[in-house]
Every structure is written in C-alpha cells, then in structure tokens.
C-alpha cells in the first residue's frame, strides 16, 4: 500500500465513523421522542379510564339528584364525590337550611338503601 492509498483509507474510516455517530446521534434522538409520545399516550389511556371512577376503591360512579344538586356516589365504598362550588354553598352559613335539606336527602340515601 503506497502512501497515497494509506492516505485514502484513513479518510473513508474517518467518514465512516462521522456517519456512524451521526446515525448513533439521530436514532438516540428519535427513541427519546418515541419513548414521550409512549408516556403522553400512557397518560391519556390512564386518565381516559380513571374517569368518572372512585379515587378511593375504583369503581365506576354512579350520578345522583339530590334536591337539585347533581352528586357523584360510589355504591361499592359508599363515598361521595362533590364539585367544589357545591362544597362551598354547603359550608356557607346561608345554606344552612339546603344543608339541612341536603343531608336528610343523604341520610334518606345511606340509610334507606333499598328506597325504603
Ligand atoms: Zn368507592
């Protein structure tokens, strides 16, 4: 091998190993961004099935009317699930008579379960 085909040969590695980081750079990349379009999408499936479940047992929440006030019952633990706005109008002193209207509705419910 004369000097000048040395020359060469030492050129074409060292493209060669420009290209392979180049391509070692893009795949890194491209596999960051595959692997955070997995987590949003992951995050969407989680949401989409916690919904309109209960955060304290997981089943599904069943709607309710209570003197005109829509409320959230979990019938497996028994919880309710309240808008904040419903909360504020119950804790505010004005509302005592629709609390009070509010709670025999609920007692009504947790008591009587069969609608007795
Ligand atoms: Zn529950």
Do not use: N
């Amino acid at each position: 091998m004369d000097e000048k085909d040395h020359l060469g040969e030492k050129i074409r590695l060292k493209e060669r190993a420009e290209e392979d980081q180049y391509f070692a750079r893009r795949d890194q990349e491209l596999l960051a961004k595959l692997k955070q379009a997995q987590a949003a999408e992951q995050e969407r499936t989680i949401r989409e099935l916690a919904r309109s479940r209960c955060p304290q047992c997981g089943e599904r929440l069943s709607q309710r009317s209570i003197h005109g006030q829509t409320i959230q019952e979990c019938l497996s633990c028994q919880g309710i699930w309240l808008d904040k706005s419903k909360l504020e109008l119950v804790s505010r002193p004005k509302s005592e008579e629709w609390l009070e209207h509010f709670l025999e509705g609920l007692v009504r419910l947790v008591g009587h379960p069969k609608g007795g």
